[in-house]
């Protein structure tokens, strides 16, 4: 999967989307009109002076003397129309900002507005450790921040969804029926079919659909509120009651609403049905590639058809973000046509062409405790066995493709999981030790495992310069906490140290708002003790920077820039730091900078090597925030001419890689770890 056409994929998509909401709009302000024309005709019909006021006389009098008694109103009245465009505009438009304005809260609001209650990191039960687990090595792979994992504990259906804007601010959620039921192969297929959706970029499609779809279903539900409050109302008897007729008009007028609404309602689903279902497949392939095993995917569709309630949820918000949902989560009607998910039978196909339309009946409880560790998911599985026949080959390479070593070969693998690196990524976690384990999962210990990382290993006043920092600024408690990671963390290899962070991410993003900002002023008290700030640790800093302030408002990832020619600057301060962190060497950095010049051929003669005094922390720090807004292709060419900077002397060095991979997150593009 290529992250960055994925990406495009999805911006197209969004464009296609906002085209079938336009004639779905499109079609309620052309039936609301007509209503208008009726009721304003039959309206006519009662004598009552609120009915002919003098607004409506001048606005809809249509007879050369103005007597408006017995006449029909013509089919075309551009005022009323206008009116009626406007207004429905207006109330589609504000609705629809309103959902919005919920939906850029981010994926916890979501899962919280659907009764989710976060798995505690420190859980002690065995099905949530299995869970996190799975979550924690698939996001290792991917390159990603750890997202928080939801549990729906009253939901006993088999069923999940991802949820976000931003890799930074994603969940994963799932059902108690999932968690019970599920086997960790299952489970696992199941979370490989969730990230797909991240990866994709289907998130961010997904709560701009239920944005639109609700600012045509609040029409329909205005509709029915006017209804709801006229049902004691006493209607007039005779065709002169003035109050009658308003009564009636009013009436007339919450009917016309609510059909209106629920018509365009109707369609609004038709649009979120067919937009979900194709990327329902997509997600099911990716995930089987992801796993390498079609089996545990297959069996837990299987299970959602032998479970008598299968994947439907009771929360009555499941209707709202279905398209969001693993598997149809409230029931379809008119035949299937609001389907958000295609038929178990055709996804399980799909996936095992064997299937003989037999469901797996599943046991009610999965008893992880009498499982063995590697079962349960406690630990890291041995590497796989031989292939299934039924799993989709591994992609070739396609003519004149970068060499496996190369740089874009690794930028080609931004937003890639493959069983490698799913493998690769239990092999890190399985390396780490467990103190650092149990530190990234609290919010004590998490901030202080960050300033274990940056601690200086090769000057011992400066180290403890910083250690004093902390003591003065954290406690005595934390100055001993620290003393408890040292030994782990001097053994630390640096392909360690990203993921160790990733780990800690949802601790960090957890922190409150005061505690944060002491937080990060330590950081920056601690990096800055020695006079320097090295790439790395510039890197470290902005990616958890950059992490927790997308998770506190998701809604500002925007793309601002399409032009290379907007960034040459911008661009000119990440090669040069790059090319100034390879050598101390004035021939080896222009080398190197020439080397990543000349991957943009759109600049040249724009990018120039800055001197070490122009390229600082600070400049850097400018730059990466500005080429965070720009548009995936300058984000590709940018990664990529980095690598070669990097690569320039014929070495790849894992430092490098990794420096990379972390500078890449602080622009929203997830790389895996390097194998």
Do not use: C
């Not at 009245?77 to 429905?88: D, H, I, M, R, S």
């Not at 020619?565 to 101390?584: C, G, K, N, R, Y």
């Not at 430092?655 to 390097?674: G, K, N, S, W, Y």
């Amino acid at each position: 999967m290529d992250f960055f056409a994925a990406e495009a994929r999805a911006k197209k998509r969004t464009g296609r989307l906002l085209i079938l909401f336009s004639l779905a709009l499109g079609g309620t302000i052309a039936g609301g009109y007509f209503a208008s024309v009726f009721i304003l005709g039959a309206a006519g019909g009662y004598g009552g002076g609120a009915v002919r006021t003098a607004r409506l006389h001048r606005a809809y009098s249509y007879s050369t003397n103005g007597d408006t008694s017995g006449a029909q109103p013509p089919l075309w009245q551009p005022q009323l129309f206008a009116e009626v465009a406007l207004g429905t505009l207006a109330v589609v438009g504000l609705a629809s900002l309103y959902k919005w304005s919920i939906m850029r809260l981010g994926g916890a609001a979501v899962a919280e507005s659907v009764g989710g209650r976060r798995v505690d990191p420190h859980t002690t039960d065995l099905a949530e450790r299995r869970l996190l687990n799975v979550v924690e090595e698939m996001s290792i792979a991917a390159g990603i921040p750890v997202p928080a994992v939801y549990l729906l504990g009253d939901e006993v259906g088999i069923n999940a969804f991802a949820a976000g804007l931003t890799t930074s601010d994603a969940v994963v959620t799932v059902t108690q029926g999932a968690l019970q039921r599920l086997t960790r192969d299952e489970l696992q297929g199941v979370i490989g079919h969730e990230f797909s959706h991240i990866l994709n970029g289907d998130m961010r499609t997904n709560m701009r659909l239920t944005a639109l779809i609700f600012g045509i279903l609040v029409l329909g539900l205005a509709g029915r509120a006017i209804l709801w409050t006229m049902r004691y109302q006493r209607w007039g008897s005779s065709r002169d009651n003035k109050s009658g007729g308003g009564v009636i008009l009013v009436g007339a007028i919450g009917l016309a609403l609510l059909a209106l609404g629920y018509i365009g309602y109707f369609f609004g689903r038709l649009i979120q049905a067919a937009v979900s279902r194709q990327r329902e497949f997509l997600a099911d392939a990716s995930s089987v590639q992801f796993t390498r095993n079609p089996e545990g995917l297959s069996h837990a569709l299987s299970k959602i058809g032998g479970l008598a309630i299968g994947s439907s949820l009771s929360t009555h918000r499941a209707a709202e973000i279905g398209h969001v949902f693993f598997a149809q989560a409230s029931p379809s009607f008119f035949g299937g046509l609001w389907a958000t998910h295609p038929p178990l039978t055709a996804r399980i196909l799909a996936i095992d062409p064997r299937f003989d339309g037999k469901f797996i009946e599943p046991p009610e409880v999965v008893d992880v405790a009498t499982q063995s560790f590697v079962q349960a998911g406690l630990v890291p599985s041995a590497a796989s066995g031989p292939l299934s026949a039924f799993a989709p080959p591994e992609a070739g390479p396609a003519p004149g493709a970068a060499s496996k070593g190369s740089p874009e070969a690794f930028i080609a693998r931004a937003g890639m999981l493959t069983p490698a690196s799913i493998a690769h990524a239990q092999d890190l976690l399985d390396q780490l030790p467990d103190r650092l384990r149990q530190a990234t999962r609290s919010a004590h210990d998490a901030p202080l495992l960050v300033f274990g990382l940056v601690l200086d290993d090769t000057d011992p006043a400066v180290r403890a310069r910083q250690r004093q920092t902390v003591a003065s600024r954290a406690g005595a408690d934390a100055v001993h906490t620290l003393d408890e990671l040292e030994p782990s963390l001097r053994g630390l290899a640096p392909e360690h140290k990203l993921p160790l962070l990733q780990l800690a991410l949802p601790a960090l993003k957890a922190l409150p708002p005061t505690t944060h900002a002491a937080f990060d002023a330590t950081l920056d008290e601690l990096i800055r003790a020695d006079g320097r700030v090295s790439i790395f640790e510039f890197a470290l800093q902005k990616l958890i920077r950059r992490a927790t302030s997308m998770s506190r408002a998701p809604g500002a990832a925007v793309i601002q820039i399409y032009s290379f020619q907007a960034v040459a600057d911008e661009i000119s301060a990440v090669l040069s730091a790059f090319a100034h962190a390879s050598s101390d060497d004035e021939r080896a950095v222009a080398a190197a900078f020439a080397a990543g010049a000349a991957q943009l051929r759109l600049l040249d003669g724009r990018l120039s090597l800055l001197p070490p005094e122009a390229s600082d922390v600070s400049r850097l720090d400018a730059a990466l925030d500005k080429l965070a807004t720009a548009s995936g292709p300058i984000k590709q060419r940018l990664l990529t001419a980095a690598a070669h900077v990097a690569a320039a002397d014929g070495v790849f060095l894992v430092p490098e890689m990794e420096l990379l991979r972390a500078v890449a997150a602080t622009l929203d593009v997830p790389l895996p770890p390097l194998g």
